[in-house]
């Protein structure tokens, strides 16, 4: 294959269990403020020491940031989904974009450093080749932290969706394209930057967000995007060898540098398309792009500020 080396059924039987799971878990904190707060803050306070206890050469510091940040992420979001604190102060939404760019940069940073390192070989218990397509990548990883809008518009529903009671983080700015540009991205960033994983933290962690926001649950993208990486991220540091190398479950790039290429390369085009129409209408209505929402009159929009109240 030009991304992946053969892929057995097993391997694709486990990709469908990882995808179902994280949609599974995140329709559950969707639905239960209890399941919420046990998986986000009492969970994570009792897998911490063992995460401490365990000496694993495959954990690096990005990967301890980043379980962090992501469940930083969908606590702030649970006091918007669960208080009407953002109500009361506006300047608490603005904590939602600022999470959301920390994690990207944290990426980006993490993108620029394999470039520089110039790694060809095992590191942090993964095959790793870096190149050109770092630097691409990363440029469209900053890109899209530039892009993020409309954050003054994020508001909590509360009430009957898609078959049941669902608490959920609405943001009806967040197009389409932006998800995709983004998703994008962060499968490439995964591929170059953390390629033993890329089929399942790359692939399914993305698809597992994105399938219920463009579908069932429209404007809850960046909600799922943290559940579902909190999950996957404590999984991955109480169980660091379950997809390591050598493992059955373990699905291997190509390490064909012409697949990380057209990965790189189509996550900057989507960017600079984004970019290309994000400006045009900031100039056209004459938007603050750091105050105004940039899409109101979009079809997605509107469907999703329908439910405010």
Known sequence: MFFFESIPWYNWVMWLVVLCTLMGLNELIRA???????LFIGLPILLTPVWLYMDSDVTSWFTWVKVYSALAGS????????????KKHPWYLTLVPAILAINIAEAV????????AGFSGIVDGMQYISGGWNY????????NILLICGWFGIFAYRGKRAGGMRYDM???????L????????????????APGNAFYSGVALNIAATIPALLWAKGTWMQNRAATLSFWMMWVMTFPYFFAIGSTFNVAPSYNPAANWSLAILS?????????????????????????EIFPDQADYQLVNAYRR
């Open 32 to 38: 239960s403020k209890w399941a919420s707060l046990g």
């Open 75 to 86: 606590i702030i979001y649970l006091v918007i989904r669960f208080t009407d604190y953002h």
């Open 109 to 116: 940073l993490r993108e620029f450093q394999v470039g520089i």
């Open 136 to 143: 691409v990548n990363g440029v469209a990883g900053i890109l």
């Open 170 to 176: 609405l943001w009806p700015d967040q197009t389409r």
């Open 178 to 193: 932006w998800v995709i540009a983004y998703g994008v991205w962060n499968i490439a960033y995964v591929y170059s930057c």
């Open 268 to 292: 900057l085009a989507l960017n600079i398309v984004l970019a290309v129409w994000q400006v045009r209408r900031i100039i056209k209505n004459r938007a603050n792009p750091l105050k105004d």
